[in-house]
Structures are given as structure tokens and as C-alpha cells.
């Protein structure tokens, strides 16, 4: 009886070490999966955090590549502004030695005028004692050789007995511009403008008359008279030939800047144009 138990207890105990083990071997097992999983964890969490500290970076550099960019953009529209400014004010400053100029020019030719009367004035009276010298010495007389009154009557008094009409008008100030008599010309297509302001024409007469004083090289003038063309026939096909010939005549009076920004403006405003492709070229050579 006392040998059955003692049997029965080394079973018990062999049966406790056996689960024991096996329980043990179980446990390392599990941690040795759990040690794995941690591993792979880590591994992926360290992966995922070098491509967020990349996307990070990237961002970074778009960032800064985006800021430089709206740096030199906020620059040049300072710089356009600053050019604009520049030009409304030489457009001023043109305005008023224009208005100067002619002030000066008017009272010049009142002085002309009044000079000119004088001498007229004066050879009537020479010739008058030249008449009473010439009768006192029997001579024949030279009466018949002063001109009446009806004959002095100056050229400019005398109007066309039969008006002309608004194509009639413009073809002879444009025959005036092809002979080179400028004045004549300016004066024959502003007269146009005076009778005909909504003729489809008067865009072209306007640029006509900028290009009177371009080829004077007055420029000063041209390029007033182009800026007309350019504020009151916007959707005229005279704008392009009027800026640029406004670009060269700002050049041509060494105000490079302003030639510039104009031929920037045509460029822009009518890229397909053969004036912009002149304007492209004149800006390449331009220092």
C-alpha cells in the first residue's frame, strides 16, 4: 500500500514536470513572436518615419522655392509700378512744355505777324514816295506795279470755292505726307478729325499726325499724339504701329526706360503682331 503511493506520487510529479515544460516552451514562443512583431513594428514605424521627415523636406524646399518666386514677382511689379509712375509723369512733364511750346509759338507768330505787318506797312510807304519821286522827275510812273489791296490779300485768307468731303480731305493731307510737307499734312488731317470724329478713318488721321511730328523729330509731340491714338481708338488697328512708334520716339530722346516699358506693353497686349516682332528685336539690341 505504502509502494502504491509513493508510485502514484512520482507520476503526479512527472506529470507536473512534463506540463510544466511544456508550458514553458510555450511562453518562450510566445515571446520569441511577440519579440518579431515588435521588431517588424519598429522597423516599419522607422521606415514610415524617414519618408515623413522627406515629405517634410520636399515640402520645405517647395516652401522656400515658392516664397523666392514671390519675392522677384512682388519685385518686378514694384519695378512696373515705379516704370509706370515714371512714364504718367514724363507724360506730364511733355504736356507741359507742349502747352509751353505753343504758348511760345503763338506769341512768336503774333510777333511774326505783327512784324511782317510793319514791313508791309513800310514798303507801301517807300513805295509811295518812290511814286511821288518819279512823278516829280517825269518818269514813268510805277503805280501800275503796287499790288491792291484785293491783290495782297494773303494766300492762307483764300478758301477752295467747292468743300471737300471727309475722303477727299483725308487723301489729300495723306498725298501732303507722301510729298514730305509736313505741316500742311498735320494741318489737312486735323482738319479731318475737326469734321469727320467718328470716320473709321480717324484713327488712322490721329497716327498720321504723330507720324507729321516723328519725321520732324519732334518727338515729343509724336509721342502725345500717339497716346491719342492709344486712349481714344483702343479697339482701332492703329494701336500697335502707335506704340511702338511711341517706344522709338522715347528712345529717340534717350529715355530708355520708358521705350521699354512700352515695347514690353505691345509685346504683351498684341504678341502676334508684326510691330511686337520689330519691338522684340529693337529690345534685343536696346542696352
Not at 25 to 39: E, W
Not at 213 to 226: D, M, P, Q, R, T
Request: glycine share 4%; charged share 30%; net charge positive.
Amino acid at each position: 500500500m505504502h509502494h502504491r503511493i509513493i508510485k502514484f506520487g512520482s507520476i503526479i510529479f512527472c506529470t507536473l514536470l512534463l506540463t510544466g515544460s511544456m508550458l514553458l516552451l510555450s511562453g518562450c514562443a510566445l515571446q520569441k513572436d511577440l519579440l518579431i512583431t515588435r521588431s517588424n513594428l519598429n522597423h516599419k514605424i522607422s521606415s514610415q518615419t524617414k519618408d515623413i521627415n522627406k515629405i517634410k523636406a520636399d515640402l520645405k524646399a517647395h516652401l522656400d522655392e515658392w516664397n523666392k518666386e514671390k519675392k522677384k514677382l512682388r519685385t518686378t511689379q514694384a519695378e512696373l509700378r515705379s516704370l509706370l509712375l515714371e512714364l504718367r509723369e514724363e507724360v506730364a512733364k511733355l504736356q507741359g512744355q507742349l502747352e509751353k511750346s505753343t504758348y511760345l509759338s503763338e506769341t512768336s507768330a503774333q510777333k511774326s505777324n505783327e512784324y511782317w505787318l510793319r514791313l508791309d506797312e513800310t514798303n507801301q510807304a517807300v513805295m509811295k514816295r518812290l511814286l511821288h519821286i518819279e512823278a516829280y522827275l517825269g518818269m514813268e510812273s510805277a503805280e501800275s506795279k503796287i499790288p491792291s489791296a484785293a491783290e495782297s490779300v494773303p494766300l492762307d485768307k483764300v478758301r477752295p470755292a467747292k468743300k471737300l468731303t471727309g475722303d477727299e480731305l483725308y487723301a489729300a493731307a495723306k498725298k501732303l505726307f507722301d510729298e514730305g510737307n509736313y505741316d500742311a499734312a498735320r494741318e489737312q488731317f486735323q482738319a479731318f478729325l475737326n469734321e469727320n470724329p467718328k470716320s473709321e478713318k480717324a484713327d488712322n488721321a490721329q497716327f498720321w499726325i504723330g507720324e507729321t511730328y516723328y519725321h520732324e523729330k519732334w518727338y515729343e509731340k509724336a509721342i502725345l499724339a500717339y497716346q491719342k491714338v492709344i486712349e481714344k481708338y483702343q479697339n482701332g488697328n492703329k494701336v500697335p504701329s502707335a506704340l511702338l512708334k511711341q517706344g522709338l520716339a522715347f528712345y529717340n530722346i534717350d529715355d530708355k526706360g520708358n521705350a521699354r516699358l512700352i515695347l514690353r506693353e505691345l509685346i504683351r497686349k498684341f504678341p502676334k503682331s508684326k510691330e511686337a516682332q520689330i519691338a522684340e528685336k529693337k529690345l534685343s539690341r536696346m542696352k
